[in-house]
């Protein structure tokens, strides 16, 4: 990855991994995990795990400026970075992620963050380089460019030119999101309600699969959707297995017994 982010310049590249290893050892202490100001309430930043887009399994953490109410950077760099450290140590995400950020609410306030958007810049192409995906701007006003000038001096070009514009009404943000970036009709259902809100707003209930990207202390200050419950029939018994050929179909009845109620051709 660090010799792909510094264009093939092994020398460049060894120099930055060990700057980056350096950075990890202090900036990563993983019993320093938790954030300090979103334990003791969740508005304090957004950046919250969202679901897995489809093509390769990247992480989608979705953020919205305008929903967070502790703008210091120090705290935010620290949750962003072990939040995105978690996820890329699970065994069903991939290694990279995706930023889809949400300017709902967006104004001259946010777009004067330019120490933090320096931060997120140094922290993505010093530290985890090749590891972004793609930064989706949902419908980025014109004013997000002040934020975005006070960031290049601070990003590499093969970053930049990973921000991807979304714009349009809700249903075509959606329709992009889903046929462009694989994302899962969960995660578009979840997103269509938060797109949809007048902020300050609670967070919607977040997807199921959420709960399983989120930093674990972070949960219980969460609701999520609960799984989609196996179907039953009149009796109230559940299917255990079905095999493709349709030579057994197995279930459980309300005694949790197992029975084997058909086997074709036999």
């Known amino acids: 990855r660090f010799i792909v982010a510094r264009g093939g310049n092994v020398p460049a590249a060894l120099k930055q991994l060990t700057g980056s290893v350096k950075w990890a050892e202090t900036a990563l202490d993983p019993n320093q995990q938790d954030c300090e100001f979103c334990s003791k309430d969740i508005s304090s930043h957004s950046m919250i795990p969202i679901g897995l887009e489809e093509s390769e399994q990247s992480?989608?953490?979705?953020?919205c400026p305008a929903r967070a109410t502790q703008p210091a950077a120090d705290p935010i760099i620290h949750h962003m970075s072990?939040?995105?450290e978690y996820c890329f140590a699970l065994p069903h995400s991939g290694s990279r992620w995706i930023w889809c950020v949400d300017y709902n609410?967006?104004?001259?306030?946010?777009?004067?963050?330019?120490k933090l958007a320096a931060r997120f810049g140094a922290l993505f192409s010093n530290h985890m380089p090749e590891?972004?995906?793609?930064v989706i701007l949902l419908n980025p006003p014109s004013v997000f460019r002040i934020l975005l000038n006070f960031a290049k001096p601070f990003v590499d070009q093969r970053t930049l030119d990973k921000l991807v514009p979304v714009n349009g009404s809700t249903s075509e943000v959606l329709q992009t999101l889903r046929e462009d970036h694989a994302f899962t009709e969960s995660t578009l259902k979840w997103l269509a309600q938060a797109l949809n809100q007048k902020l300050p707003a609670k967070i919607p209930t977040l997807p199921h699969d959420s709960r399983g990207l989120m930093l674990p202390s972070l949960i219980p200050k969460f609701e999520f959707v609960d799984p989609v419950s196996p179907m039953k029939d009149s009796a109230g018994r559940r299917p255990l297995f079905i095999r493709a050929s349709s030579l057994l179909i197995g279930e459980v009845d309300a005694k949790n017994q197992i029975q084997i109620i058909q086997v074709d051709g036999y």
Do not use: D, V
């Open 59 to 63: 992480t989608i953490l979705y953020g």
């Open 82 to 84: 072990h939040q995105l």
């Open 105 to 114: 609410g967006f104004g001259l306030k946010e777009a004067m963050q330019g």
């Open 131 to 134: 590891r972004l995906h793609r």
